[in-house]
């Protein structure tokens, strides 16, 4: 593999500034100053400290939580944020075939941007959720890098499709780490959460979730039992065309967002080279999987519309 420090796309720093006026670059420093002083943490890029600074509404001392819980989270979670070679890592590429995890081109009011996520085969012996968390979070993040800072996301889920013998292939203590992950770790501005074809199955994998979920990633939550509902929060123009939108197609948009995937081959590499933490070095209490995923934490403050 080729030494890679940058992935392939990504906005810049000088672009960043041009769209947020909050964006200091002595805040960019300080958060630099003060990562160079904690030696368990990795080096970090500069745009990352944007999207990091960005998702925590400028607020200094949260960014730096959420700085450490994103890197050491992801060092303690290997079954999602290793072997994320989309072209090599055959599971990885069986998950691609499981189920849709895409980003919708069209942003919606505020400039919210959105992802979109359902089953391309429901048979649940096929189904690896940890690999398609894996797939969604690999999403996420080359869409927070080729976009940049946002106003928000809003993730949509079809639930058809969508069993009990799927629920029962999860694991609690999994499940608990990606709830984690998502409430105190990842650099971005959740907005809402709309699914799609609900039903009683929601309702088991609710229960499952309420004890790691804070107040605010409940609240979130949409549930809709068909499209009409959806539209009073979603422009249907913006969804694949199955759904009467005008996107296109769930296959020519999930072989689209494959290649870009692979594209960002490299930097998925090079990021589980170097972007984890060495306990080893931590100045503070070391860190391991049952001390910092086994006592609920912090939520990072969500501002609901």
Same mark, same amino acid.
């Given at each position: 593999?080729?030494?890679?420090?940058?992935?392939?796309?990504?906005?810049?720093?000088?672009?960043?500034?041009?769209?947020?006026?909050?964006?200091?670059?002595?805040?960019?420093?300080?958060?630099?100053?003060?990562?160079?002083?904690?030696?368990?943490?990795?080096?970090?890029?500069?745009?990352?400290?944007?999207?990091?600074?960005?998702?925590?509404?400028?607020?200094?001392?949260?960014?730096?939580?959420?700085?450490?819980?994103?890197?050491?989270?992801?060092?303690?979670?290997?079954?999602?944020?290793? @072997?994320?070679? %989309? +072209?090599?890592?055959?599971? /990885?590429?069986?998950?691609?075939?499981?189920?849709? &995890?895409?980003? *919708? #081109?069209?942003?919606?009011?505020?400039?919210?941007?959105?992802?979109?996520?359902?089953?391309?085969?429901?048979?649940?012996?096929?189904?690896?959720?940890?690999?398609?968390?894996?797939?969604?979070?690999?999403?996420?993040?080359?869409?927070?890098?080729?976009?940049?800072?946002?106003?928000?996301?809003?993730?949509?889920?079809?639930?058809?499709?969508?069993?009990?013998?799927?629920?029962?292939?999860?694991?609690?203590?999994?499940?608990?780490?990606?709830?984690?992950?998502?409430?105190?770790?990842?650099?971005?501005?959740?907005?809402?959460?709309?699914?799609? @074809?609900?039903? %009683? +199955?929601?309702?088991?994998? /609710?229960?499952?979730?309420?004890?790691?979920?804070? &107040?605010?990633? *409940? #609240?979130?939550?949409?549930?809709?039992?068909?499209?009409?509902?959806?539209?009073?929060?979603?422009?249907?123009?913006?969804?694949?065309?199955?759904?009467?939108?005008?996107?296109?197609?769930?296959?020519?948009?999930?072989?689209?967002?494959?290649?870009?995937?692979?594209?960002?081959?490299?930097?998925?590499?090079?990021?589980?080279?170097?972007?984890?933490?060495?306990?080893?070095?931590?100045?503070?209490?070391?860190?391991?999987?049952?001390?910092?995923?086994?006592?609920?934490?912090?939520?990072?403050?969500?501002?609901?519309?």
């Amino acid at each position: 593999m080729s030494s890679v420090t940058l992935p392939t796309r990504y906005v810049t720093i000088e672009e960043e500034f041009k769209r947020n006026l909050e964006l200091k670059m002595s805040d960019l420093q300080m958060l630099k100053d003060w990562t160079d002083k904690q030696p368990h943490l990795p080096k970090i890029e500069m745009f990352y400290f944007v999207l990091f600074l960005h998702s925590n509404y400028y607020r200094l001392e949260s960014t730096k939580k959420t700085i450490d819980n994103f890197f050491t989270s992801r060092t303690h979670m290997p079954e999602v944020f290793s @072997n994320r070679d %989309p +072209i090599a890592w055959k599971e /990885l590429r069986k998950a691609f075939t499981v189920v849709a &995890a895409v980003p *919708l #081109e069209q942003k919606i009011k505020k400039e919210y941007i959105m992802t979109f996520g359902k089953f391309l085969d429901p048979d649940p012996s096929k189904f690896d959720y940890l690999e398609c968390i894996k797939y969604f979070f690999m999403t996420c993040e080359v869409q927070n890098l080729i976009r940049g800072t946002n106003e928000g996301l809003i993730v949509i889920i079809d639930a058809s499709g969508l069993s009990f013998a799927h629920i029962a292939r999860l694991n609690l203590m999994n499940l608990k780490k990606i709830v984690y992950y998502i409430q105190e770790a990842s650099p971005i501005r959740l907005k809402a959460i709309h699914i799609f @074809n609900t039903g %009683p +199955i929601i309702d088991t994998l /609710l229960n499952m979730i309420k004890p790691f979920a804070k &107040a605010e990633l *409940l #609240e979130l939550m949409h549930f809709h039992s068909s499209l009409e509902t959806a539209q009073k929060f979603l422009p249907i123009e913006s969804l694949p065309n199955e759904y009467g939108g005008k996107a296109g197609s769930i296959e020519e948009i999930v072989t689209k967002h494959i290649k870009l995937l692979e594209e960002f081959r490299e930097w998925f590499q090079y990021d589980e080279l170097v972007g984890r933490v060495n306990e080893s070095l931590r100045v503070d209490k070391c860190q391991n999987t049952e001390n910092l995923f086994g006592v609920d934490g912090s939520f990072k403050r969500l501002e609901i519309d």
